[in-house]
């Protein structure tokens, strides 16, 4: 089992940054595939990244150039860097984990762990 807590939401202007974190209970880097979703009120929860045990990287297409997600495998903790944020960008934001390589990367359902979430909020 692995619980997920992520932080580094909050609240800011367009245009801005922000970083979220993702901590797992114990190590997953190289076995686990760990994504970012996030979800506006009154719509579905969306892909927005995802790293793989092979340090494979993918983004949906409406933050590409903005968002970078990482992982600092000392910390088991994976980041998801946000810049050039927008009001579209508001929204709850979840880290998810799963064993081994997630493919299609961005199907909710094929991912075991969620955490709680992080509320981002863009305006």
């Known amino acids: 089992h692995v619980q997920l807590v992520e932080s580094g939401g909050g609240s800011v202007q367009p245009g801005g940054s922000l970083r979220l974190s993702c901590a797992a209970s114990?190590?997953?880097?190289?076995?686990?595939?760990v994504a970012w979703f996030r979800q506006a009120p009154g719509a579905e929860r969306e892909a927005v990244a995802a790293?793989?045990?092979?340090?494979?990287?993918s983004y949906d297409d409406s933050v590409k150039g903005r968002f970078t997600i990482s992982q600092d495998n000392a910390k088991n903790t994976v980041y998801l860097a946000m810049n050039s944020l927008t009001p579209e960008d508001s929204a709850m934001y979840y880290c998810?984990?799963?064993?081994?390589?997630?493919?299609?990367?961005?199907?909710?359902?094929?991912?075991?762990?969620w955490g709680q979430g992080t509320q981002v909020t863009v305006s």
């Open positions: 790293i793989w045990p092979s340090d494979r990287r």
């Open positions: 998810a984990a799963a064993p081994g390589y997630i493919d299609p990367w961005y199907i909710r359902g094929s991912y075991s762990y």
């Open positions: 114990r190590t997953i880097y190289n076995t686990h595939s």
